[in-house]
């Protein structure tokens, strides 16, 4: 087994705080050191911004450089982007309206983004729809931090059931994405704070059994140090 150094490009905090807190964890069995930075928005003489996806044209220099910097034999790249609200100068966004199916449109977008990147040592990734898809993968471990929300969890659950159990197909709609229906039902929810060690409580192993493309991914993330 080899070592491999992983740079994950992350939407924002959430996300960077999961990988660091949860992903890094598990990958580390597998010989992989993971650093993770949220995506470059914009800068000013004095300092750099960070977070959130709004052009993809900015992310992909952001990646580029960062491809740059860490030109060894030994490194890896990916990101963490949700397809809910992605930007739309995506590559081939415009043909990915036509694809129905959520497996099938995610995995267009990654392979595009693949081919725009074009380096053998990235591996892209784009959250259905987004990541609190993995919270609701079990809306019970919300009772954790909103004990006293039992009926709109329960609502929650209901919801999940609605869909096959299968919170990534809870869709993308502006009303309806996974993190407008848990602020709905608690308001209080807190994505950066609560989000990021709710989704990661019950480990990665929970959420690749519960949530296939997320389990897709990171199957593809632990054979890096196999396949080096």
Same mark, same amino acid.
């Given at each position: 087994?080899?070592?491999?150094?992983?740079?994950?490009?992350?939407?924002?905090?959430?996300?960077?705080?999961?990988?660091?807190?949860?992903?890094?964890?598990?990958?580390?069995?597998?010989?992989?050191?993971?650093?993770?930075?949220?995506?470059?928005?914009?800068?000013?003489?004095?300092?750099?911004?960070?977070?959130?996806?709004?052009?993809?044209?900015?992310?992909?220099?952001?990646?580029?450089?960062?491809?740059?910097?860490?030109?060894?034999?030994?490194?890896?790249?990916?990101?963490?982007?949700?397809?809910?609200?992605?930007?739309?100068?995506?590559?081939?966004?415009?043909?990915? #309206?036509? !694809?129905?199916?959520?497996?099938?449109?995610? %995995?267009?977008?990654?392979? /595009?983004?693949? =081919?725009? +990147?074009?380096?053998?040592?990235?591996?892209?990734?784009?959250?259905?729809?987004?990541?609190?898809?993995?919270?609701?993968?079990?809306?019970?471990?919300?009772?954790?931090?909103?004990?006293?929300?039992?009926?709109?969890?329960?609502?929650?659950?209901?919801?999940?059931?609605?869909?096959?159990?299968?919170?990534?197909?809870?869709?993308?709609?502006?009303?309806?994405?996974?993190?407008?229906?848990?602020? #709905?039902? !608690?308001?209080?929810?807190?994505?950066?704070? %609560?989000?990021?060690?709710? /989704?990661?409580? =019950?480990? +990665?192993?929970?959420?690749?059994?519960?949530?296939?493309?997320?389990?897709?991914?990171?199957?593809?993330?632990?054979?890096?140090?196999?396949?080096?």
């Amino acid at each position: 087994m080899n070592f491999i150094r992983l740079n994950i490009t992350a939407e924002g905090q959430t996300e960077e705080r999961f990988i660091k807190d949860t992903l890094a964890l598990h990958l580390g069995h597998f010989n992989i050191s993971t650093d993770v930075r949220r995506v470059l928005t914009g800068k000013d003489k004095r300092k750099s911004y960070r977070g959130g996806l709004i052009s993809y044209i900015k992310a992909k220099k952001d990646i580029q450089s960062w491809l740059k910097e860490d030109n060894h034999a030994e490194s890896r790249f990916s990101t963490m982007f949700d397809l809910y609200a992605l930007p739309d100068d995506f590559p081939k966004y415009e043909e990915s #309206k036509k !694809i129905l199916k959520p497996y099938e449109k995610v %995995v267009f977008l990654e392979n /595009a983004m693949q =081919e725009d +990147i074009n380096d053998f040592r990235f591996v892209p990734y784009i959250q259905l729809h987004e990541f609190e898809a993995l919270i609701l993968s079990n809306p019970q471990n919300l009772e954790y931090e909103y004990f006293d929300r039992e009926n709109e969890i329960a609502a929650l659950q209901k919801q999940l059931e609605q869909h096959n159990n299968n919170a990534e197909l809870i869709n993308e709609h502006e009303h309806t994405a996974p993190s407008k229906r848990i602020i #709905k039902l !608690i308001p209080e929810y807190d994505k950066v704070s %609560v989000g990021a060690m709710l /989704a990661g409580m =019950e480990g +990665i192993d929970n959420l690749k059994q519960n949530c296939r493309h997320f389990r897709n991914w990171v199957e593809k993330l632990e054979q890096l140090s196999q396949n080096h």
